[in-house]
């Protein structure tokens, strides 16, 4: 009986569990999607039993789906793999939305139920290096799109950072063309009106600035009004970086008639000097400008210094074009009759709008001495 002997051991189960992690992009742009690749291998010697895995995605990531079939719970961060034996191994695949900010540093960690020889490869960490992205749109507007010349005007420039991130050194080019005159604007000394920079500075995600340009409406020049927006980051849509906005003035003239005459007093049967000055006032160029000067029957034609421009028969007086400024004279001889109507009417008109229709008609009158 005592010829025999028997021992026998309780072995402990020992595991390696080992984590890598992975990511496809480490550079993406903010607002990007990526995919973080989580491996986990049992190099045994053991099964390894409730195995799981702990991924708390970092607030520089917003969660969006994974290929896990439900054994990761993205709200607490677990993923549950169950058992492994000596030598299997499990995969899994979060994609995930890079967001503007936050931390990046991403680690998860692994474990089993059986003792780990070795804790050094339980756990991996992955980061990236995200490019900041944004989306600056300007949009110009006006209040009057059809003034007339002289008037003013009102540029409303609206920019906003659609993002995702936040768009730093923001300025917007504004250089008003020739066809208007600055006045004022609302900036606060943010628009430098010689330059045409308006520097609006920091925008976060969905942050916006205005600003409100008054300026005159030149008669002449490019009425049609450009203004691009710019930051440091990159912008994933430059066509809407550039708005432009343009108006159609109505020409406005002020055309003036005055008449006056060499002699109020003379006697029946001289000859007198009717004067005719006509100027535009502006401010826009006055086009087809005629003046209607009939003799009344106080008097008979003699001649003029017209050079042609006037006809005695139908009493017009043909200018043409005057310049803002510019001015014309006539001087138009003639005899004063023994009687007849003596107070002489004259009106100026053009083909464009005149703001001030009381100074284009004048008229003077003599009182005759009988001989």
């Known amino acids: 009986e005592n010829n ?26 903010v607002g990007d999607e990526i995919v973080f690749t989580l491996y986990v291998i049992n190099n045994g010697p053991s099964t390894a039993t409730n195995v799981e895995v702990i991924e708390n995605l970092p607030s520089g990531y917003t969660y969006v789906s994974d290929d896990g079939a439900g054994a990761f719970n993205s709200s607490t961060g677990l993923w549950t793999i169950g058992e492994l034996i000596n030598g ?68 409303t420039l609206y920019v906003i950072n659609n993002g995702p991130s936040t768009a730093t050194n923001v300025e917007v080019i504004e250089n008003l063309p020739s066809g208007y005159t600055y006045v004022s604007d609302d900036g ?31 008669p002449s020049g490019e009425y049609l009004n450009t203004a691009s927006v710019s930051g440091d980051e990159e912008d994933s849509n430059l066509e809407n970086n550039e708005d432009e906005e343009g108006i159609n003035p109505t020409s406005v003239i002020d055309l003036a008639l005055n008449k006056t005459v060499n002699n109020p007093t003379p006697n029946v049967g001289d000859e007198i000097v009717f004067t005719l000055y006509v100027i535009n006032n502006g401010p826009s160029t006055a086009t087809n400008v005629e003046v209607i000067e009939n003799l009344p029957s106080g008097y008979t034609y003699v001649s003029d210094d017209g050079a042609g421009a006037f006809n005695s028969s139908t009493g017009l007086w043909t200018i043409g074009e005057l310049i803002n400024g510019a001015s014309s004279e006539l001087n138009i001889t003639c005899l004063v009759n023994p009687s007849g109507e003596y107070l002489n009417t004259a009106s100026v008109s053009g083909d464009e709008e005149d703001s001030n229709l009381e100074n284009n008609e004048d008229e003077e009158g003599i009182n005759p001495t009988s001989v």
């Open 88 to 155: 299997a191994s499990s995969e899994l695949n979060i994609t995930c939305l890079v967001n503007p900010s936050g931390e990046y540093l991403n680690t998860a960690s692994v474990s089993g139920d059986e003792e780990d020889s070795n804790l050094e490869n339980n756990e991996d960490e992955e980061g990236i290096n995200p490019t900041s992205v944004i989306d600056l749109a300007v949009n110009k507007t006006v209040n009057n799109p059809t003034p007339n010349v002289g008037d003013e005007v009102v540029f």
């Open 188 to 218: 606060a000394g943010a628009f430098n009106s010689s330059t045409g920079l308006w520097t609006i500075g920091e925008l976060i995600n969905g942050a916006s600035s205005e600003l409100n340009i008054i300026c005159l409406v030149n």
């Open 4 to 29: 025999e002997d028997e021992e026998g051991i309780n072995p402990t189960s020992v595991i390696d569990l080992a984590l890598n992690k992975t990511v496809n992009n480490p550079t993406p742009n």
